[in-house]
């Protein structure tokens, strides 16, 4: 005959993450699980923003940069302006040159005759004009002069006589007598106005200096001129093709200056008279 035994009570305990068998049967001996140390502080968790590619915001460089300042922008370099030509003020007062100024009595006595096939010119009545200087340092050896001058001018009646300071292009002349009374003959268009330095010398007692020649427009077209003393020299209106003036050099001794009129004989039958001056840069 069986006999049953007693059923003893059996408790199976089963723990999430950790499994622990407790069996206990009837009042028999329990098994405890043993205790599970816990941590009092919690484990932080790294957010998702602090997890390498978690995120969807830029990684941020740190790194300093150092930028440096600007370099300054140099200043335009400026165009060096030329120094303008100084400009010639009058160094005389302005005088009346008549068609009957004939440049060979300049200096001469009065009385002074020079006889032509026809006539006779004498002085004062058909001498040139004296110039004088308003500042004595004007006739300074070297000194650069320059003429003003205006007017008309005729070596006879006709209409087709007359002309402006430079004389007639296409009629040059030279004095029919030549040099004469130590002074030196020249070639130049008839009308033109023409001047000779002089010294104190007396005129007439010194060899007469190279005669110049100015019947070619090449030969009037220059920038400056030096003249000799007592050598006839051509200045027309003071200026050269291009409308500058033209200067002319002061000799070495002069004490005056004569402006007349060009022509070859007879200037006492002249008519008209041009105006004229000297100028100069004043030092």
């Keep these: 005959m069986r006999t049953s035994l007693p059923m003893k009570h059996c408790k199976l ?4 993450g950790l499994i622990t068998f407790s069996t206990s ?8 699980q043993p205790a599970v140390p816990t941590e009092n502080t919690p484990i932080a968790q790294e957010s998702a923003d602090s997890t390498l590619g978690g995120s969807n915001a830029p990684v941020t460089d740190t790194t300093t940069t150092i930028t440096p300042p600007p370099l300054p922008t140099p200043a335009p370099k400026e165009t060096p302006t ?19 100024a ?3 009595l300049a200096g001469m006595p009065d009385g002074t005759e020079i006889q032509y096939p026809s006539s006779v010119d004498r002085a004062p009545v058909n001498a040139p004009i004296l110039v004088t200087p308003t500042d004595r340092q004007c ?10 001058v205006e007017g008309k001018i005729a070596h006879g009646a006709m209409s087709d006589q007359e002309s402006d300071a430079d004389g007639i292009a296409t009629a040059p002349g030279a004095h029919t007598l030549g ?3 130590g002074l030196a003959s020249l070639k130049a ?13 007396p005129n007439g007692r010194t060899v007469a200096p190279p005669s110049l020649d100015f019947s070619e427009p090449l030969n009037r077209n220059f920038k400056s001129l030096s003249p000799r003393l007592g050598q006839l020299f051509f200045i027309g209106d003071g200026k050269d093709a291009m409308g500058s003036l033209q200067g002319f050099v002061v000799p070495s001794g002069t004490t005056r200056l004569y402006l007349a009129i060009m022509d070859e004989y007879e200037w006492n039958n002249n008519l008209g008279k041009l105006s004229g001056g000297i100028l100069w840069v004043k030092p």
């Design 25 to 32: 049967c009837g009042t028999g001996h329990q098994f405890r």
């Design 139 to 148: 006739f300074e050896a070297g000194r650069m002069l320059f003429f003003r």
């Design 82 to 100: 030329p120094p303008k030509d100084p400009v010639p003020v009058a160094c005389s007062t302005l005088y009346q040159i008549p068609g009957t």
């Design 13 to 16: 305990l089963i723990f999430v």
């Design 189 to 201: 268009p008839i009308n033109s106005l023409i001047g000779v330095f002089l010294s104190e010398a």
């Design 179 to 181: 040099n004469l009374n």
């Design 102 to 104: 004939n440049p060979f």
